[in-house]
């Protein structure tokens, strides 16, 4: 069965640059949540959406981080001017709904964003 | 504010050995707690999670934790360690404000030796 994907797997930027960055979450799932993962570091928090809109942008680090999800299904995590600092292992899950009962999250493998 | 702390980042086990992985949290509310696995190249896998019910909580793959409200402690076991158990193992906490996303430890990497 078709888990969350992410796209791509791997990203090598240069400093300054913009990048996207891609999630498939399974299909049906209204939730979807993005995680930051540094080296040696549990996943951070970015932000969640419930459908089409951001319920939680907590967070997101600063304003060069931004996140869609236009349709409800697929998300993109955006990130403006990178930075050496944004290195890491960004995931993304997601889950059948969120709100006042728990459900699980299906996490993607992620994709390696390289700051150079 | 909600947090969790892994003693240990590293945990080396024989196998057939028992695994015992620690995990103590703060929270200002009643917690719920999970422990994830994270393969080399794979997400992140749910093994179990707390939500106030049972407070000996059994998962996949024969792990278990107990939560124990005095201690703050949410430790993951399992009786016998197989090579295949070899992993991140990362303890998380639910965050405050009504939804249930985890707030992550640290990670403890788990190494099985033949």
């Known amino acids: 069965g078709a888990g969350v994907s992410q796209t791509p797997s791997n990203k090598v930027t240069e400093k300054g640059k913009y990048v996207e960055l891609r999630c498939d979450p399974i299909?049906?799932?209204?939730?979807l949540y993005w995680y930051r993962q540094s080296l040696g570091q549990g996943p951070e928090f970015l932000i969640y959406?419930?459908?089409?809109?951001?319920?939680?942008d907590s967070g997101l680090p600063n304003d060069r981080f931004f996140a869609v999800r236009p349709e409800g299904s697929v998300s993109t995590l955006k990130i403006q001017r990178t930075e050496r600092g944004d290195s890491a292992v960004y995931l993304c899950?997601?889950?059948?709904?969120?709100?006042?009962?728990?459900?699980?999250?299906?996490f993607g493998p992620g994709t390696r964003l390289t700051v150079l | 504010a909600q947090s969790v702390t892994q003693l240990g980042s590293h945990v080396s086990v024989s196998e057939g050995a028992l695994v015992l992985l620690r995990c103590n949290y703060s929270?200002?509310?009643?917690?719920?707690l999970f422990w994830y696995v994270q393969y080399p190249n794979q997400g992140l896998q749910l093994l179990l999670k707390?939500?106030?019910?049972?407070?000996l909580v059994k998962g996949i793959n024969g792990f278990e934790a107990e939560f124990k409200k005095s201690e703050t402690s949410f430790h993951l076991t399992k009786p016998s360690a197989h090579m295949s158990d070899a992993a991140e193992y990362f303890c998380?906490?639910?965050?405050?404000?009504?939804?249930?996303?985890?707030?992550f430890g640290r990670g403890t990497s788990l190494i099985v030796h033949p």
């Open positions: 707390y939500t106030s019910a049972a407070t």
């Open positions: 899950a997601s889950s059948p709904n969120s709100g006042s009962s728990y459900n699980e999250q299906f």
């Open positions: 998380a906490v639910r965050r405050a404000g009504g939804s249930y996303i985890p707030t």
């Open positions: 929270s200002s509310v009643p917690p719920y």
């Open positions: 959406f419930q459908g089409t809109g951001a319920a939680d």
């Open positions: 299909s049906g799932h209204t939730a």
